[in-house]
Every structure is written in C-alpha cells, then in structure tokens.
C-alpha cells in the first residue's frame, strides 16, 4: 500500500490552487478546492499509470478491450484513495489544512455516463481487472451530457440535464495526439484492382475525429492503474477548405456542429432501442475508435497480424458495440490488405459478445438504409458476411428451408431490410455469454435455439458480479470494519472468505453489532430522505427498498399493489400490522416511457394520502427519494432491511442490485429470476423470501390469462384493483391512473402483477412476521452477506479471464 508525505501533498495542493487556477486558499471556490485535492491524488495515480503500461509493454502481455456505450463509475475520489491505501491519510491531511474532507467527497458530482446495471456492471469489471492486475481497458464515449437528473414536482417525473463536464472533471486526461479518425456517409463506388479483382472504393466519406480522454482506474492496493478511454468527436479541421462565400460559411460550420453532436448525449432509454440514426453514428464512432487504438498498440509491437488474436480480445457490452465485426473486418481488408478468410479468422477468434436481454424491445435492428447511408462499406461487408453464411446454413440444413430467414443478420420484413445486430455478433464472435445461469440457459434454448444447435461450443454462463471496493468498502464502512476486526482484510480481494464470518452466528454480542450498524445505516438514511422528501420516517420500521431502472418487467406497480394492501388492511379492516413498515423507492423512468412514468407519478400518490392518514401513518409510510444514481444507492443499500427483486420470472437477465443489498446484509424478497436464484442457492431458502411464478409457468399464464378469474377469486386483489382504478390516489387529478389498471385487467397483464400478487402478499406477510424476532433476524443478515462471496465481480472477471480472454495477473 502506499503512503503519501503530508508536507508535500499539502505544498502540491497550495500550488495548484495558486497557480492552476489563480486563487489563494481563501479566495479559492467549493469547485477550485475539489479539482486542486483531485489534481493532487492523481500525481499518485499518474506513477503508477505509467509503470503498469511499461510492465504491460515490457511483457508483450495478451490485453483486452472492454467496448461499452456505458460506464456508470459514480464518483472517484473516495474509491481511488481508498484503493490507493491513502483515504484516512488524506483525509487527515485536508482536515488540518483547515478544509472539510467528507464535504469535499459529498461534493464530487456522478459521472453519470450510463443509465443502470450495464453501465454500472462495466464499471465494477474496470475496478476487477485493476485490481486483480490484469491488462483489460474500457473503450466509450465521453458525452458532454450524462444521464439526466431527476427531480419530482406534483408527483411527475422532470428531466434536467447532466451537463457533467462542464464541472470540469478533473479525473480526465485529454490525451493529444492521439486521435481516431473515422470517415462516415459517402457511398461505394465499384471498381477493379491492377489485376483485375473486385475493389471496391468508399469515396466521398467525410471525416469525425475521435479525441480520446482517459480516466485512471486505479486498482485495489495502488499497484496496477489501467484506463478507460473515453472519446470525444469533432468535426475534422478541413470543414472549412471548400468556403467561397458566406452561405458556404454558415454550412460548413452547421455540419461542424452537427458532427460535433455525436458524443453530445447518452440515450437514456434502459433495455429499449431507440432506432435514432444518431445513435447508430454514436454505435459505430466508439467501435471506429476503439478499434483504431486497439490495432495502434498492437502495431506498436508486432509487425504483422498473425499474433493479433494471441495478444488482443475484445468484448462486446450487448449488441451495441456489434459493428466491431464489420470494422475490424474492414480495417483488416482495406486499411492492411489482409485476405478476407485471414480477416475472418482474426476477427472471430479475437471477438466475445456478452447478451443482456432476452426482451424484443430491447433487441437492437437497423433498418438497412441508415446503414447504407452512414456506413455504406460497413454495409457491404456486413452482406457478405451474411452470404457466406447463409450458403453455410444452406449446405449444412438441406432439408430446413425456413433457418436461413431464422438465422441470417439482414431480415426482409416485408420489403423493408433490417439488420439485427445480435445475429452479427453471434457470428463474429468465438464466445457470446449470458449474465446469469438461467438467463444463459434462455439464450440458448428460447432467444437464439437455432444458432446454439449450430455452435454450442460458443455459448456460455459468466455470472455478474459487483466490486465489494465500492459497495461495501466505500458504501459501508461499519460493516467493512467489523468484518476486517472479525477475519482480517483478506475478503477485499476473495470476497470467497466473507464465509468465515459464519462461525459468529450464534454469538449474540457480535449479532448485537451487526444490527447496531444497520441501525446507524437506516439512521443515516433518514436523514437524506428527510432533506430530500421532507418526510419523516421512524429507524425502527422496516426499511424495504425498491431502487433501479423503474420499468414494468420489474414491477414496481406489484410492490404498489402490496402496500395498497397493506394500507386498506390497517384502514379498513383494522389489522394491526406486527410491525411498523416503510416503502422506499428510487430509479429513473425513460423520458418517453409513458407508463413507467405513470408508475412515478403512482407511487406518489400513495405517499400523499398513507402517510397523512394518521390511522396508518404509525405503521406504513411510503417514499420516493429522486435522482437514483451511484451515489445514492451507496447510501441507500447499506440501510436496507429488505430487498425489493421481484420482476416477472425470465425477464430479469441477471440484475447487479440484488447482489449489493444482499452483501449489505438486506434480505431479498424476490422472484426466480437472473441472478436471484443463484443467491437463494448460496444464502439457503430459509435466508431469502422467494415467491411467485416461474419462468415456465408465465408463458401458459399468458396464454391463459383471465383477469376476471383472477379478480373474482381474490376479494384482496379485488379491492387493490379497484383503488388503482378509482381516484382515491389521485383527488385532485381524477382518471389519471386508469392506464395502469387498464395494462393490468384490459391488457392482458403482460408482466403477470395479478398472478403473482397473493404469493408476494404471503412471503410479506412472513417476511414482517420473522423480521420481530431480532435476533434471528440478524442471523440471515449475516449468513446473506457471509454467503455471497460468490458475486464478487473478481470471480466473474476470473472466469471470463480463464475462458474467454485468455489474459494473466501481471503481478
Ligand atoms: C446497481 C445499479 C443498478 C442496477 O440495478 P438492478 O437492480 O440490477 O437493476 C442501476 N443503477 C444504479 C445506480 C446502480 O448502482
């Protein structure tokens, strides 16, 4: 670990206050004190940066390439000190300079350049393989515009803005001199070569340049700092050589500008495509990017590509890196006259694709003249591809006519050409993996059946996993310092080891800490949902957290149903509940995502009338607290009782959340679905509330659905349904929940919230009932996060590490 000499990193600090930014220390701002403390950790970092690339080229190592359109890093400060070994030394030493250094951590702002689990889930990998000394880099876009901010006014969801950089994030490296640049539209004109052969000429293209900004990632015990590269895109300098008179002027800078756009915004639709034609510029200007630097370092120091899928592995984060296959593919063939069977052989054998959704919305095609327009050679590739493929297919199933329009990558739908993006990554790739036991079994068996068949030796589990640096030795420093008093430090890199916290489950001394930690968690809570919500809720109750991507497959409107349930048993039935409960809730509804937004605007109108009516408001409050992001769940998941995990079985592919509230030591209540059920066979079933269909159920479910079968047979359901459809959540805005009763009794309830709804009420009812007994009830909450070692993201990475990458620790 490293140690940092106060009396220099308090000169380094003063003189870059003074003479980065012109201020004494009294005179310097909030912002100016932040970026100077920033500046002056990197100094650490940058040592460190440099060494680890010089043992990576030193060793000629095998590296790999993580291409996602999302990285979720929260902030950085806390988590670099902390994995740097200096956080309590630094902490000391801005203390006595006379500044406040927890402020100063509260006041870093989230890089928000993600929308949920897939971005988050590349950021934890960032910090596995930095951690566990391995040569793996992140390649995305450095978007001016983050995911927006969520504020709540009269119970609606409002989007601000995230203009995050303007901040000016001093964990950003412009990186000169080395830029990407990447030609875009034009069309192909066909031409022959000196001999003769077939040559075609991408002619007329225009020119983005890709300016790349690096962020350290620093690994835990500061000994490897790996980056993720981020691009910008501007408009070439030569926009302005065809300019004769004003009018020219004028346009050249519009297209200046309009190229300028692309790295502008994240789409902050979750699990949905867009369709956007900007966003399959965004889609292919990361993957020209990424690519053009991957193939630089490995020319660096090869001279030919016969090594290249020995020393170099990409991954592709979903479908939305795809185009890796064409571009690889291209640079290969155009840019360094590779034969195309060589190029293939390269492309495939260096390429992994990771699936994330099974769900039809969420799967990306394009229709084939975006393609043609913004990326023509591309285009023209990815056909040939498909060619050669489909003569595969053909010869290979003489006697099944209908696998070619089952399998190939361009799609006729009735004249109209689409590409589907998954099918191209399939077949690009060696290896293309789920992110769950059940949800790769999906893959296999229900999304892509066809293609399993022809390769199964391709298709493979790696299940998520989250960095236990970040979710709990930043997120829960109680926790993690009884844990190191109990068994040392070794869990922080073998979260496997959290298991010997078993052996004290029996001594009530240390299951007496273990609540009282809870307890200051839920406390700390408190107070954020009173500055945030101005409601007050009681420490005692049960905090039982719903927090991620609001959206109907993880149904929120289900937990809603609960509470309506819970609130008419108190008001109208007069059952005393055993034991006082509140609902928190958090996540972000996509802007254009009517119902889920209706789904907001519902929840808080149940918190207006339960929590005023003094008959319930003892026992049930409910709250929305805004603006969901990583640096609230880092203090919302520490002080969760329960865990709220409860989509429709088969469409959760895996879920990240789960796992963290479950090694903050929260009880999930959940569905058999992702990942939860490879927890509920680590933490035992009498540790976990499962409830609800499964997934081989919800399909006749469907088919059979019958909402007055339902709705007769449960009179509690019924009076739930009704209340949904009334205005008694909505005075002052009568009708406005029709909607989602409507979705639920008229719509066929696709998410199966009417099924589901008497087993869930059931496991809640226990839930509340086992939660009284206190004593057993820290019992679970030790074996939960005692037993879900397992989701560390260093066993995933090790295993995609080991089976996929084929890359080595380096130290
Ligand atoms: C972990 C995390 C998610 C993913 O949560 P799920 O419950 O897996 O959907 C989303 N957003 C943030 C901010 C997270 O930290």
Known sequence: MATIDPSRFRSTLLSIVRYGFGRTMEQATKVDIFNSVCFAVREHIIDRKIETEKRYADNDVKRMHYISMEFLTGPLLANNLINLGIYDECRTIVNDIGLDFDDLIEFEPDPALGNGGLGRLAACFLD????MGMPGFGYGINYDYGLFHQSIIGGYQHERPDFWYNKSSPWLMRMSGEKAMVPVFGRIEDSEDMVGEYNPMWVEWKLIVGRPHDIAVVGYGGKTVNRLRLFSAWASEDFDIQIFNEGDYYRALEDKIRFENISKILYPSDSRDSGKELRLVQEYFLVACAVHDIVSIYLNQHDSFDMFHEKVAIQLN??????TVAELMRVLIDLHFVEWDDAWQITTRTLGYTNHTLMPEALETWPMHIFKKVIPRHLQIIQEIDRRFMSMIKEKYPDDPEKPRRMSIVIDNNGEKNIRMAHLAIVGSHSVNGVAAIHSELVKTRLVPDFYDLWPEKFNNKTNGVTPRRWILRANPLLAQLVCDTIGDGWILDLGRLRELEAHCKETAFLERLLMIKRKNKVRLASIIKETTYIEVDPESIFDIHAKRLHEYKRQLLNAMNIIHIYFQIRDDNIIPSVPRTF?????????????KLVIRFIHGLAE?????????????VVFIPDYRVSLAEKMIPGADVSEQISTAGME????GNMKFAMNGAITIGTLDGANIEIAGEVGEENIYIFGHKVDEIES?????????????????KRVMDAVRSDIFCPDEPGIFKPLYDSIVHGGDYYCHMADFQSYTDAHSRLANDYMDRHNWAVKSLLNIARTGKFS???????????IWKIKSQI
């Not at 260093?794 to 089976?803: H, L, P």
């Open 653 to 656: 592919a895996s879920g990240t």
């Open 609 to 621: 009338i339960i929590n005023k009516d003094s008959k319930a408001n003892e026992w049930l409050k």
């Open 701 to 717: 479910l469907r088919r059979e659905h019958d909402a007055d079968r339902f709705l007769n047979s449960s009179p509690a359901l």
């Open 318 to 323: 979903d479908t939305h890196p795809a185009l």
């Open 584 to 596: 928190i809730f958090g996540g972000k509804a996509a802007p254009g995502y009517f119902m889920a």
């Open 793 to 803: 993201s260093d066993r995933t990475i090790k295993e995609y590490a080991e089976e």
């Open 128 to 131: 596995s393989l930095a951690s």
